[in-house]
């Protein structure tokens, strides 16, 4: 007979492990089903691996512009300090941890492959082919999470090149890298692996890199990149893409003849949601595609509402805070509390761990005026604040804040600099929190810190 429960979260990523556990703290029983490691793709072959790659680099970038303390730099990063410090970030791939943390919030763990049987019900197939089979009294959560996007490129599935698990956990730094693609983990890779001594190129079929930001995020990174000595080629594809041998050499052909060797290739053209294996043909839904839902959660087109989705499975937002957002609301939900989704569409935070960092929550410029907005924007040089200059010398960096000129309140703001990161969330409240802008100008900046950008951007919107 099925094992029943309250509540069958299916993927114990950072979203499935907080809707399971905001569930269980409510008094629902939740069984929590992962076939591969608890804390899901984010722990172990992205935010955090990719981090501890990036921010020795940025450490020593800084360094650099640090009067008294470059003088003091006599060579490059040691890599393999790096990636030691990388596996212990990631604990050496080890969710002994999770596990415990998990059974102490009061979650049953099941370990195996989830996949949907029918309504309410899931099957959870272990390594050893052992099925057991479970059963929802009130809901089914999927927060499979996402897996990297493969073009139809001549040649490449067969070619075997690295995704983000690679990116992020290769063993050695490879001696010639090519990426392709221009997103966030394209750049944030790139400049990792040339800061750790790989000979990079990267190739962005775009004008420029970063174009879901605004422009001159694309271009100071490029910029960026280029200074460490990554070769950016933009409007550029790969048409094929050769190898000779399991583990021999790369060659990327590209459009207009000219070629490329490498020992690496990783692809960082997008994600898909993971759900082609997950059983929603048997509820409905079409295998491999986002699972839409509702503004609580709920998946829609799907009878009886007992079928939830968060995280990158429902293709709202990508983000892992996103993510754990959602599956906080969403507990909240399964709990019979208020609550509705909409941070995830309107004051969504983001850094991009350059460097130089890049933080932005909200509407871009262009977004905002295809959206019908009153616009009006204010831009500022960061390196004109005295923080700035405090921090180190010749920094650089620009501020940006999308004003609805209507109402007065900010609806979106990008800044470029080091540790911008640190600066976003002020930004997300004012966002999210529709604070006017005459209440903002007693908001003050202590001085001298790099936040004082804060007034000169109102003081340039005439305030």
């Known amino acids: 007979m099925a094992e029943t429960f309250d509540v069958v979260v299916i993927g114990a990523g950072p979203a499935g492990e907080n809707a399971g556990a905001r569930a269980a703290a409510g008094g629902l029983k939740v069984a929590l089903v992962e076939h591969e490691l608890l804390g899901g793709e984010c722990s172990y072959w992205a935010c955090m691996p990719s981090k501890a790659l990036l921010h020795p680099s940025e450490t020593l970038w800084l360094a650099k512009h640090t009067p008294g303390v470059r003088e003091l730099i006599q060579g490059p990063l040691k890599a393999d300090a790096v990636l030691k410090h990388r596996d212990q970030m990631v604990s050496g791939y080890d969710d002994r941890s999770q596990v415990k943390w998990a059974e102490g919030a009061k979650l049953t ?66 001696g010639r890298l090519v990426v392709l693609g221009g997103g966030v983990e394209a750049v944030e890779l790139a400049q990792a692996w040339r ?52 583990q021999g050499e790369y060659t990327i052909t590209l459009t207009g003849g ?10 960082a053209m997008g994600r898909t949601a993971r ?131 209507q109402r007065r309140v900010i609806v979106g703001a990008t800044f470029t600099g080091p540790g911008v990161g640190e600066m976003l969330h002020a930004a997300t409240i004012a966002v999210a929190g529709e604070v006017p802008l005459d209440t903002l100008w007693h908001a003050v900046p202590s001085y001298p810190t790099v936040s004082e950008v804060w007034l000169r951007l109102l003081e340039a919107y005439g305030l």
Request: glycine share 12%; net charge positive.
């Open 275 to 405: 759900t082609d294996d997950l059983g929603l043909d048997t509820v409905g839904l079409k295998p491999g595609a986002t699972i839409e839902v509702d503004d609580q959660l709920r998946a829609t087109g799907v009878d009886g509402g007992w079928l939830y989705a968060c995280g990158d499975a429902n293709g709202r937002n990508l983000l892992t805070h996103m993510g754990k957002y959602q599956a906080r609301l969403l507990g909240d939900v399964l709990l019979g509390k208020p609550a509705k989704a909409w941070a995830d569409a309107k004051a969504t935070p983001q850094v991009i761990f350059t460097h130089p960092q890049v933080g932005s929550v909200g509407l871009t410029e262009d977004k905002a005026r295809k959206a019908g907005v009153p616009v009006k924007t204010v831009q500022y040089e960061l390196g004109n604040v005295a923080g700035a200059s405090v921090m180190g010398k010749d920094l650089k960096g620009t501020a940006k804040l999308v004003v609805d000129e």
């Open 258 to 267: 000219d070629t490329l060797r490498a020992d690496a290739l990783l692809v």
């Open 109 to 174: 763990v099941m370990r195996g492959h989830g996949r949907l049987t029918g309504p309410r019900k899931v099957a959870v197939t272990g390594k050893d082919g052992t099925v057991h089979e479970l059963e929802a009294k009130q809901a089914v959560v999927v927060a499979t999470g996402s897996k990297p996007r493969l073009p139809d490129i001549p040649g490449l599935k067969d070619s075997k090149p690295w995704d983000n698990r690679e990116g992020t956990g290769a063993k050695a730094v490879p």
């Open 195 to 246: 800061e750790l001594g790989s000979e990079v190129t990267l190739v962005q079929r775009g004008p420029r890199v970063l174009k879901r930001f605004e422009p001159f995020v694309g271009e100071q990174v490029a910029e960026a990149l280029r200074d460490s000595g990554v070769r950016v080629l933009l409007e550029t594809q790969a048409t094929k893409v050769q190898r000779s041998g399991a």
